[in-house]
C-alpha cells in the first residue's frame, strides 16, 4: 500500500511496508508504513523534518497516524534503552523501584537533561510496573534485534 503524498506530511523517504515488520502485529498491522518527510506543521521560512507512523483501517488513512519531530523519535529510542538498561537490575528493588529515589537517570540533552523516573503518581504503580517488566521481558527479543540494528548503523555513522 503506498503512503499518501497529497497530505500535509511530505513524505521523503519511505519504508512502505512496514506492517510486515511492526513487531508482534506483523502482517496484521494497521500501520502501514513509516516516513521521514517535510513536517505538517511547517510555517512559511521555517522547515521541519518529521517522521510519521501510516495507520490505515482497511477502507481509508486513519486520523490515528503520528507525526514526530525527529529529534522526539531519537528522545524516545533514548528513553527505550535506558528504560532496558534500568530493568536488568530492576530485581534488586522491592517492587521493581526504589521507592525513597524513584530517579533512574537524569541524561544531558542541549544543556539542561532528560529525568528518566518511576511514575509514582500512578496509583497503581505496584501493579503496573511488574506487568511492564513482564511486557518487557517478553518483547526483548523485537526490541534488542532493533536496538542491535540502531546501534550497528550509529556506529558505521561514527557515533
Known sequence: MKIPTNLK???VIVAENYEDVDGKLAYNSDAKGLSLGL????DRGKVDISAKVWRHTG???SRQSEELPLHRVLDLAILIGRS??????????EGLYNMENPQIDRIGLQGDAMTV????DN???DEDIVLFQQVLADSDELVSERLRT????LKEAGY
Not at 513536517?39 to 511547517?42: C, V, Y
Not at 532496558?84 to 528493588?93: G, H, N
Not at 540502531?150 to 548503523?153: E, F, M
Request: proline fraction near 6%; charge should be positive.
Open 117 to 120: 523516573e518511576v511514575c509514582e
Open 123 to 125: 496509583p497503581m504503580i
Open 150 to 153: 540502531l546501534s550497528r548503523i
Open 9 to 11: 506530511h511530505k513524505p
Open 84 to 93: 532496558k538498561l534500568y530493568f536488568k537490575d530492576a530485581y534488586k528493588y
Open 39 to 42: 513536517a505538517q506543521w511547517n
Open 59 to 61: 477502507g481509508k488513512w
